[in-house]
C-alpha cells in the first residue's frame, strides 16, 4: 500500500514542492511548527532510515543541506535543524525545522506542541521563498 508521501509524489495528492530528482523530493509540510518547514523524503517507500542503500542515505543528507541554506536565506533564520522521522508515515523523510533565534528554542518537543495544518496557498508562497534562493 502506498504512503500518502507516494501518493504526494506521484501528484496523486497536492503537495508544495521545492525540489525533485531521480531519488527524493522535497515538499512543503503541511502540518508546520515553524515558517517554512519542509521534508525531504526518498522516492522509495523505506520505512527506516537506516535501511536506505549508502548512496541514497548521503544523497538525501546532501539534498537537506542544500534546502536547509537556502530555507535559511529565503526566511533569515540563525539555523534550520534537522530531524529524521519514521513514527507518523512509514517513510523515511528528513524534516527541516527553520528556527529564526535559537535561544528562543528550548527544544523539539515544545516546537512540535505548535503544529498546525497550512494552508495551501501559504506554503506556495513559502516554497516559491526557497526555490528562489537555491
Known amino acids: 500500500m502506498s504512503t500518502i508521501f507516494t501518493k504526494i509524489i506521484n501528484r496523486e495528492i ?20 515553524v ?8 522516492k522509495v517507500e523505506v520505512d527506516y532510515v537506516f535501511d ?9 543528507f546532501a539534498v537537506a ?12 533564520t540563525e539555523r534550520t535543524c534537522l530531524v529524521v522521522e519514521g513514527f507518523e508515515v512509514p517513510h523515511v523523510h528528513i524534516k527541516l525545522y ?7 528554542m528550548t527544544s523539539l518537543a515544545s516546537l512540535v506542541s ?3 495544518e497550512e494552508t495551501n496557498e501559504i506554503l506556495a508562497k513559502q ?8
Open 98 to 104: 527553520p528556527i529564526k533565534t535559537v535561544g528562543e
Open 114 to 116: 505548535k503544529r498546525h
Open 14 to 33: 497536492p503537495g508544495q514542492f521545492i525540489y525533485e530528482d531521480d531519488k527524493c523530493v522535497v515538499i512543503m509540510d503541511k502540518f508546520p511548527v
Open 35 to 42: 515558517e517554512g518547514q519542509s521534508m525531504v523524503i526518498s
Open 127 to 134: 516554497a516559491a521563498q526557497i526555490k528562489a534562493a537555491l
Open 52 to 60: 536506505l542503500d549508502d548512496d541514497l542515505y548521503a544523497h538525501m
Open 65 to 76: 543541506k542544500k534546502v536547509a541554506e537556502a530555507t535559511d536565506k529565503a526566511f533569515g
